[in-house]
């Protein structure tokens, strides 16, 4: 089956009819059966092996990214039919695999790239037949991301790349890497940055994975020994990749706050709704002290909800969200780590205590979920750094002094 019969053109009731029916026809009858009855049912319905093996479905429907042009991938339809699509869509929780590709290589290749590099990036990211991942922390630069020492040398048409990153995420099983380079470092540390897109497999690629809490390996060091880029593969000018990261790095803070594509009300995380269900099943529903602890953090949920309705509703307008995706990468990271915490706290003995296994599935959900949750105040940008942006940007504080200010990035001294 090709992509489904909508177009920019087609009213929200008919496409809304039109993926009711693909819903009918496309997605397993005991996955929908399944989703009815709530999240764990889904879980125990759907195994993720099951789920990538249908993504190709999804993907050719043109539903993971409806907003995008047919020949990114999408179906070239407007934000109001893609929201009124997405409410056919969200109970059966249709997760959008590949979201580095789909957020922040995206982001990138629709502000700064080509039309060339849009159509040869973006349908197999929708696919996802083309993993992502993202180099741009090094260990001498996380919020200080600008001071970044990864080199780029140009060779011909080609770019020759070396030197080390870290934190990044599902670098194991990527095929294509956005990448920060510094291309001129006579320049000041923002201004001899370059944006470029990595082919992750070749000789000068080395992934090493970095084991966490959890006992997953989600995150790799990678080092980086004369591996080459085609200049073709550089989005934006030479020496301006900062400006660049900028679209990814807010595409970033909203898909981490819940706000990014597709308009999911939740990415990664848990719930309110999961901490009712899990109160009923331990017993605690009946405790009043529990129940408003739960109400307090549903009414939060909701005011993320809002948070995040405002920055789509900026985006659709064409505008950017700019600073309004600190509040929410800073309110659902805090809101995610207290639920996560009642979660562990309505299991009870259960999450201090389980059978001694080399089976990483042996600890309960809950438990990993508190535990990776520890992760969210510091991935997509911390907490504090969010909240440094929010006072200089939103609230007009002085900005933070810097005594290097307009210095050469090779006279900055450098941990
Ligand atoms: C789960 C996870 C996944 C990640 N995935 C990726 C990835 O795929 N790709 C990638 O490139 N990076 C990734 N990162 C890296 C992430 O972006 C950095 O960890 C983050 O930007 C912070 O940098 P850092 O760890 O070097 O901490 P540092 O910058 O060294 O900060 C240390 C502490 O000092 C505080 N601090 C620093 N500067 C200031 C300041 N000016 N004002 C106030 N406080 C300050 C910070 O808030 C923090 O508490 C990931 C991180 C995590 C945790």
Same mark, same amino acid.
């Given at each position: %089956?090709?992509?489904? +019969?909508?177009?920019?053109?087609?009213?929200?009731? #008919?496409?809304?009819?039109?993926?009711?029916?693909?819903?009918?026809?496309? *997605?397993?009858?005991?996955?929908?059966?399944?989703?009815?009855?709530?999240?764990?049912?889904?879980?125990?319905?759907?195994?993720?092996?099951?789920?990538?093996?249908?993504?190709?479905?999804?993907?050719?429907?043109?539903?993971?990214?409806?907003?995008?042009?047919?020949?990114?991938?999408?179906?070239?339809?407007?934000?109001?039919?893609?929201?009124?699509?997405?409410? *056919?869509?969200?109970?059966?929780?249709?997760?959008?695999?590949?979201?580095?590709?789909?957020?922040?290589? &995206?982001?990138?290749?629709?502000?700064?790239?080509?039309?060339?590099?849009?159509?040869?990036?973006?349908?197999?990211?929708?696919?996802?037949?083309?993993?992502?991942?993202?180099?741009?922390?090094?260990?001498? &630069?996380?919020?200080?991301?600008?001071?970044?020492?990864?080199?780029?040398?140009?060779?011909?048409?080609?770019?020759?790349?070396?030197?080390?990153?870290?934190?990044?995420?599902?670098?194991?099983?990527?095929?294509?890497?956005?990448?920060?380079?510094?291309?001129?470092? #006579?320049?000041?540390?923002?201004?001899?940055?370059?944006?470029?897109?990595? #082919?992750?497999?070749?000789?000068?690629?080395?992934?090493?994975?970095?084991?966490?809490?959890?006992?997953?390996?989600?995150?790799?060091?990678?080092?980086?020994?004369?591996?080459?880029?085609?200049?073709?593969?550089?989005?934006?000018?030479?020496?301006?990749?900062?400006?660049?990261?900028?679209?990814?790095?807010?595409?970033?803070?909203?898909?981490?706050?819940?706000?990014?594509?597709?308009?999911?009300?939740?990415?990664?995380?848990?719930?309110?709704?999961?901490?009712?269900?899990?109160?009923?099943?331990?017993?605690?529903?009946?405790?009043? *002290?529990?129940?408003?602890?739960? %109400?307090?953090?549903?009414?939060?949920?909701?005011?993320?909800?809002?948070?995040?309705?405002?920055?789509?509703? &900026?985006?659709?307008?064409?505008?950017? +969200?700019?600073?309004?995706?600190?509040?929410?990468?800073?309110?659902?990271?805090?809101?995610?780590?207290?639920?996560?915490?009642?979660?562990?706290?309505?299991?009870?003995?259960?999450?201090?205590?389980?059978? &001694?296994?080399?089976?990483?599935?042996?600890?309960?959900?809950?438990?990993?979920?508190?535990?990776?949750?520890?992760?969210?105040?510091? !991935?997509?940008?911390?907490?504090?750094?969010?909240?440094?942006?929010?006072?200089?940007?939103?609230?007009?504080?002085?900005? !933070?002094?810097?005594?290097?200010?307009?210095?050469?990035?090779?006279?900055?001294?450098?941990?």
């Amino acid at each position: %089956m090709t992509a489904l +019969p909508i177009t920019a053109e087609t009213a929200a009731d #008919d496409a809304v009819e039109v993926v009711r029916q693909w819903v009918q026809a496309e *997605v397993p009858t005991e996955w929908r059966a399944a989703a009815a009855e709530g999240p764990a049912a889904l879980r125990a319905a759907r195994s993720p092996a099951d789920y990538r093996r249908w993504y190709p479905t999804f993907a050719r429907s043109g539903l993971v990214a409806p907003t995008w042009r047919p020949e990114h991938g999408g179906l070239g339809i407007g934000n109001d039919v893609a929201r009124a699509i997405e409410s *056919v869509l969200a109970p059966l929780r249709l997760t959008r695999l590949n979201p580095l590709g789909l957020n922040n290589a &995206a982001a990138a290749l629709f502000s700064h790239g080509t039309e060339e590099q849009r159509r040869r990036f973006l349908p197999p990211i929708v696919r996802n037949e083309e993993k992502w991942c993202q180099l741009f922390s090094e260990p001498g &630069a996380g919020s200080d991301l600008a001071s970044l020492a990864t080199r780029a040398v140009r060779d011909g048409d080609q770019w020759v790349i070396s030197g080390q990153k870290v934190w990044t995420t599902w670098a194991d099983e990527a095929d294509f890497a956005i990448l920060l380079a510094r291309t001129d470092p #006579d320049q000041p540390k923002h201004k001899g940055i370059t944006y470029f897109l990595l #082919d992750m497999h070749q000789p000068g690629v080395e992934v090493r994975p970095l084991r966490q809490i959890t006992g997953e390996a989600e995150f790799n060091e990678v080092f980086l020994d004369n591996a080459r880029v085609p200049d073709a593969h550089r989005v934006g000018e030479v020496n301006d990749g900062w400006r660049v990261s900028a679209s990814t790095l807010s595409s970033e803070r909203q898909m981490v706050s819940g706000s990014g594509s597709g308009g999911m009300g939740r990415l990664g995380g848990s719930s309110a709704e999961r901490l009712i269900s899990l109160a009923r099943e331990t017993g605690r529903w009946d405790d009043p *002290v529990t129940r408003d602890k739960i %109400m307090r953090l549903w009414a939060q949920e909701q005011i993320r909800g809002w948070t995040n309705a405002r920055v789509r509703a &900026a985006l659709s307008a064409g505008q950017s +969200p700019g600073a309004a995706s600190s509040i929410g990468k800073v309110h659902q990271a805090t809101l995610n780590q207290q639920i996560q915490d009642l979660m562990v706290d309505l299991l009870g003995t259960a999450a201090v205590a389980w059978a &001694a296994t080399d089976d990483p599935d042996a600890m309960p959900r809950e438990v990993q979920g508190m535990m990776r949750s520890l992760a969210n105040g510091t !991935e997509g940008g911390t907490t504090d750094i969010n909240k440094n942006i929010l006072g200089e940007r939103v609230l007009g504080l002085p900005r !933070e002094p810097d005594p290097w200010k307009g210095k050469p990035w090779r006279e900055i001294p450098r941990s």
